[in-house]
């Protein structure tokens, strides 16, 4: 049986904190960039509480200079 992959939702948070502070922006910086009303999905990507859109996610990935595979970060088998 194949073993499907999953989202580990928390080392994937911890990833787009990282990168996030590498770029040099701060949380309202990225909110604005993102289009977001608030800093709150931003806070919850970086809690691990859920992850980015699709559509976010593209646009992190040009943020960053990397790509989506960078970001998200699979659970261990």
Do not use: C
């Amino acid at each position: 049986m194949v073993t499907m992959p999953t989202i580990d939702t928390i080392r994937t948070g911890h990833r787009i904190e990282k990168l996030r502070i590498l770029s040099g922006l701060s949380v309202k910086q990225l909110q604005k960039i993102l289009g977001l009303g608030t800093p709150q999905a931003i806070y919850k990507w970086q809690r691990g509480a859920s992850i980015p859109t699709v559509d976010n996610l593209v646009i992190l990935a040009k943020i960053f200079n990397t790509t989506i595979d960078d970001i998200i970060i699979k659970k261990e088998e």
